[in-house]
């Protein structure tokens, strides 16, 4: 007679069924924390929106750029008249394309009192934008909406839609759909 070792399948269905009790407290864990990695990596996108238009502000005669192009490549024709091709340019390829990124859309309003035209400026100079995130898949990707706008405030809608804005001049700071972020 032939000594036989190995599992029974009562041990094995144990095993199974430990390993599922697992993964059902785990993944929910891991959503959330994806989520709040999302939401985490587009304010610092915002954040470098705000800080990228206050550059280039200071750059093109006080005006704020329309073009997002600008702000990666300001040599060019229609951006910043006289701008030293070796200078520095004020954002990277891929926040500038307003292309999805971290699970968020992306949009930018330029707006405020349409800027007085000078040689020393740009030809998308604007006296203010709105720089807004929203999830793509609301609870899955992240569950706030986000905005930054040309006063450097950057506020969040609870609901996950886009803040509350007053038209394209800028966030409706202490409104419910735009608190203030600390």
């Given at each position: 007679?032939?000594?036989?070792?190995?599992?029974?399948?009562?041990?094995?269905?144990?095993?199974?069924?430990?390993?599922?009790?697992?993964?059902?407290?785990?993944?929910?864990?891991?959503?959330?924390?994806?989520?709040?990695?999302?939401?985490?990596?587009?304010?610092?996108?915002?954040?470098?929106?705000?800080?990228?238009?206050?550059?280039y502000q200071s750059s093109n005669a006080g005006f704020y750029e329309s073009d997002m192009s600008?702000?990666?490549?300001?040599?060019?024709?229609?951006?910043?008249?006289?701008?030293?091709?070796?200078?520095?340019?004020?954002?990277?390829?891929?926040?500038?394309?307003?292309?999805?990124?971290?699970?968020?859309?992306?949009?930018?309003?330029?707006?405020?009192?349409?800027?007085?035209?000078?040689?020393?400026?740009?030809?998308?100079?604007?006296?203010?934008?709105?720089?807004?995130?929203?999830?793509?898949?609301?609870?899955?990707?992240?569950?706030?909406?986000?905005?930054?706008?040309?006063?450097?405030?950057?506020?969040?809608?609870?609901?996950?839609?886009?803040?509350?804005?007053?038209?394209?001049i800028g966030l409706d700071v202490g409104s419910?759909?735009?608190?203030?972020?600390?």
């Open positions: 007679m032939k000594n036989q070792k190995g599992f029974t399948l009562i041990e094995l269905l144990i095993v199974v069924a430990i390993i599922g009790i697992i993964a059902a407290i785990a993944i929910p864990s891991l959503l959330r924390a994806r989520v709040s990695a999302n939401e985490s990596a587009t304010i610092g996108d915002i954040r470098t929106v705000i800080s990228a238009q206050a550059a600008c702000l990666v490549a300001p040599t060019q024709a229609a951006c910043i008249p006289s701008y030293p091709a070796g200078s520095p340019t004020f954002v990277d390829s891929q926040i500038a394309s307003l292309q999805p990124k971290s699970g968020y859309s992306r949009s930018f309003g330029p707006g405020g009192v349409p800027a007085p035209t000078t040689t020393l400026a740009s030809a998308g100079q604007v006296g203010s934008y709105v720089y807004i995130v929203t999830p793509v898949n609301l609870g899955q990707t992240g569950v706030r909406g986000f905005g930054g706008d040309a006063s450097g405030v950057l506020c969040y809608s609870p609901q996950g839609n886009a803040p509350g804005t007053t038209g394209t419910a759909d735009c608190q203030v972020l600390q």
